[in-house]
């Protein structure tokens, strides 16, 4: 399976026209992008706000973020992304796909209150979240009177990737200039790959995915991961548009949409295959709000492992709290089965870093990486613009009523950043081996 990321930098956004990428800014005609989300006739209001690295912008609370990408076929011509959603249902990971590389859309509205977060484009805040260095597209809806959340939440994330698909798409069917980096990942099956490479560890990916229902789900080709059995993808998939976030976690460990595309978890283990492991593939599997669904994951993601002939295997958490029982028991019932596991996950250990990281524990869990404390304190300087509602903070996990000062000024929990501690290992903020 061979994927070209075909990736043309953008390096500022602006109104326009047309939409179009020239000289590595964005041009998007408004107005043409408004109609294509104002054709849901459940969204009462829609608006777009533009917001670039640096400036003094507050966006909250936000729901989403998507990088508009596109597929390009043979002739050219832009045919969909997001199978499923955006796009007739094929696999996702083969032929080309057109890439604004520095671009975001960002879906700002409310959903479910304090399962969301925020975003700053300068500050100390910034620090900790990528999407204060994209140049941000922001979508701003409101649902009609008397609209079921499931459903506004269902319209405005839909409304997020068609947003995101329709500006890609403009601007291939508008002249995108020649890439300014082409991106290539190209393996083939694990039968294959393993005849090419036997002598090489054996190394698979579990991919935890939040999949709890009353909006806390995530979508494989448009299927929610919640009701079905954990499955085996090429890591192309994962790379080129097949999972889709539809869950409203706590926003510092949320895998945004924009995080999966992005999974460097998954880059980095492909730029290790064929040199030091072969890289099987990845596992999306679900996290249940029940003991029995717990178990049955763990089991069957072990099953797939076993069936694959792991020998390693790297287990990244979606969310904490009973989320941390899933992850304790694949660690345990992969290290129990004799495949050597590394689990990535952030820590809820109290504003003070002392309390216990996870709500669980297990002994086999012996290589843990942490993407830091979702509870670690921030004060974060007011801006002199906020794109949504800032009383929304009060609401936000890692935020309380007294979080707001009257200066517009927010001392808050890490939790409350958009992506923070993401648990796939996507901060700006870490630490490296030397």
Known sequence: MRLELRKVRIRDVRWGDVTKVEGGTLFIDKKEAIAVVAEETRFAHVDLELARPGESVRIIPVKDAIEPRVKIGDDGAPTGYFPGFCAPMDRAGEGCTLVLDGAAVVTCGPIVAFQEGFIDMQG???????????????????????????????????????LA????????????????????????????????FPDLPKVVYVCMNITQGLLHDTYLYGSDIRPALPTLVHPNEVLDGAMVSGNCVSACDKNTTWHHVHNPIVASLYARHGTEINFLGVIPTQESTIMDGKLRAARMNLSIALELGAQGAIISEEGYGNPDSDLCLNAKYFEQAGIRTVVVSDEAAGTDGASQGLADTTPEMIAFVSTGNVNEMLEVPAMARVIGCPEAIANLSGGSDESLRPDGSMFVEMQSITASTTEIGYSRVGCEWV
Not at 188 to 196: D, I, N, V
């Open 124 to 162: 100390p805040g910034a620090v900790y979240t990528p999407f204060s260095a994209t140049q941000n597209v922001i979508l701003i809806v409101e649902p009609i009177d008397g609209l079921d959340p499931h459903a506004y939440e269902r319209i405005l994330r839909e409304a997020g990737l068609k």
């Open 165 to 196: 698909v329709h500006i890609a798409a403009r601007c291939a069917e508008n002249g995108v200039p020649e890439a300014d980096e082409l991106t290539v990942y190209e393996k083939g099956t694990a039968h294959e790959e393993g005849k090419k």
